[in-house]
């Protein structure tokens, strides 16, 4: 009897084994600091109930443990790295802790690789994944089988008529991709650089102000989104910050894209409706005003010269309010990253001075200025993790079977660090791009295939103007810094820690 009580209570035991782990990680307080309280509570629930079935009813103990030994068993053949190899699944264990792993760990997927080579599976918490860590594969995986991957849904989507640009169907993203890319205009950009110089100008002074009165030094996240956000407005629709407009546009935005908003609906409808009906009121107010045909003043602008049929269309509207929001969110961590890469390896900001300023007239790809390249060696570096198709219908491909309603996940910034393509990969170095070529294959940070990002030149444009404003006129000190973090979901990007401060100086001092 003492045996089978043993018994019993090992296999209890071992089922609350994984939580007890995942409540001793402190990266797991700081990310899910809620659901850690219920994972304790569970905890104690659990401890509870199984305390009292064995004082006052052991006879409940064993079915209780059969059933759960039964759960562990399944979870355990599950989570093994070679489970459905035969059916031909890549390998890689399904299990919750790999998942979990996966977001306290940046360099996960890169030790993955190395585990179980450069396809390999895990779940996103409860949904199965293929991850690929070779680009040439990816890219590969991707074309041959474009009809059967589409981008996993938004939430926000089901609020633009034909839905947001990624997640078209094929005709219409056929349609509509070719206008936003060409309403998405370098011209615009190039007839706005001084004015975007000169938001970075005094953005970065007024930060350098707030620094020199703050103790311990200030985080530039919030002062580069304020920038962002002034530029981002009045190249997209030709709207100014301090205006009435402006500030109740960047109020709408907030509520637009808060997360706990995303779920409701109504609030957010609500916020998009009154932001299309700003969009329409400046849509106007450019019709009426003096045409400038060589020099477009916005993206708006833009519409009514080459598509003024489509200037009320709610889905190229509402498409531009949802690409400023998102992509002024990704520069946003490009800007932040090339902060912290330029804090640690400070000489490259030394470098600036040194050279002629100059517009950089080479592609992304192939930079001709120091500044461009070092946006485009923070992007091989950084914030260009990760693209995530959904499997529409079941794949066989090169051996491998990946079935319908898993996702697939081809890693950019884990093929970066291929020692084959780039010498030291670790390392910054922005000189690796001078008059060298690196094919999609090689590198990627703005995707592959037909979902690949449209802004992609605008993009490094304010990275590099960025660059130039910091590193020519500024001098900084790290005063704190910590590890980088992620926030509680897979499809996040990693960024700076929350500690990171620094304190300016005018680099002339």
Not at 28 to 48: E, K, Q
Not at 258 to 266: R, V
Not at 349 to 374: C, F, K, M, N
């Amino acid at each position: 009897m003492a045996i089978e009580l043993l018994v019993e209570w090992s296999v209890l035991a071992a089922a609350a084994i994984s939580p007890l782990r995942l409540c001793a990680k402190k990266n797991f307080w700081r990310m899910f600091p809620n659901y850690g309280y219920l994972l304790v509570g569970a905890l104690t629930a659990y401890v509870v109930v199984v305390t009292a079935l064995t004082i006052y009813a052991p006879t409940y103990l064993r079915p209780l443990a059969g059933i759960i030994g039964v759960a562990l068993i399944i979870v355990l053949w599950r989570g093994r790295a070679g489970y459905g190899k035969r059916r031909g699944l890549v390998p890689g264990s399904l299990a919750l802790r790999p998942s979990l792993d996966s977001l306290f760990d940046h360099r996960f997927y890169e030790k993955q690789h190395h585990k179980h080579g450069p396809m390999f599976k895990i779940s996103q918490f409860y949904r199965p994944m293929v991850c690929v860590t070779d680009l040439s594969r990816g890219l590969e995986l991707i074309r041959q089988n474009d009809l059967s991957l589409g981008p996993p849904l938004l939430i926000f989507d089901r609020f633009i008529p034909e839905g947001f640009i990624r997640n078209m169907s094929s005709d219409d993203h056929q349609v509509y991709r070719k206008i936003l890319k060409t309403l998405l205009s370098m011209d615009v950009v190039h007839n706005s650089e001084h004015r975007i110089s000169s938001s970075f100008a005094s953005g970065i002074d007024h930060m350098a102000q707030e620094s020199r009165c703050t103790v311990g030094g200030i985080h530039p996240a919030k002062y580069l989104d304020d920038i962002l956000y002034d530029v981002f407005l009045r190249i997209f629709f030709g709207v100014e910050s301090d205006t009435e407009r402006g500030q109740r546009l960047r109020e709408l935005y907030t509520s637009l894209y808060a997360y706990g908003l995303a779920f409701y609906g109504q609030e957010v409808r609500t916020a998009v409706e009154e932001i299309t009906e700003i969009v329409r009121s400046q849509i106007n107010e450019l019709a009426h005003a003096s045409p400038d045909e060589s020099n477009p003043a916005c993206f708006l602008d833009r519409l009514l010269k080459l598509y003024p049929e489509m200037s009320d269309d709610l889905t190229i509207i509402q498409n531009l309010i949802y690409v400023n929001r998102i992509t002024r969110s990704d520069v946003g961590g490009l800007l932040n990253w090339i902060f912290k890469l330029l804090s640690d390896n400070p000489k490259w900001a030394q470098r600036l001075g040194e050279e002629p300023l100059a517009r950089d007239e080479g592609s992304w790809r192939q930079p001709e200025t120091l500044a461009g390249r070092i946006v485009a060696e923070t992007l091989r570096l950084e914030q260009s993790e990760y693209l995530c198709r959904k499997v529409l219908e079941d794949i066989h491909w090169q051996g491998f079977w990946i079935p319908k309603g898993w996702l697939v996940r081809v890693c950019p910034r884990d093929a970066h660090q291929n020692e084959a393509v780039f010498e030291n990969p670790r390392a910054f170095n922005p000189d690796r791009f001078l008059g060298r070529h690196y094919g999609t294959s090689e590198y990627a940070p703005f995707g592959i295939g037909r979902h690949s990002c449209l802004g992609a030149q605008f993009a490094v444009t304010i990275g590099r103007i960025f660059v130039n404003e910091l590193g020519r006129h500024w001098k900084w000190t790290v005063v704190c810094d910590g590890p980088r973090e992620l926030n509680s979901h897979h499809w996040n990007h990693w960024r700076p820690s929350p500690n990171f401060r620094v304190s300016f100086s005018p680099l002339s001092a």
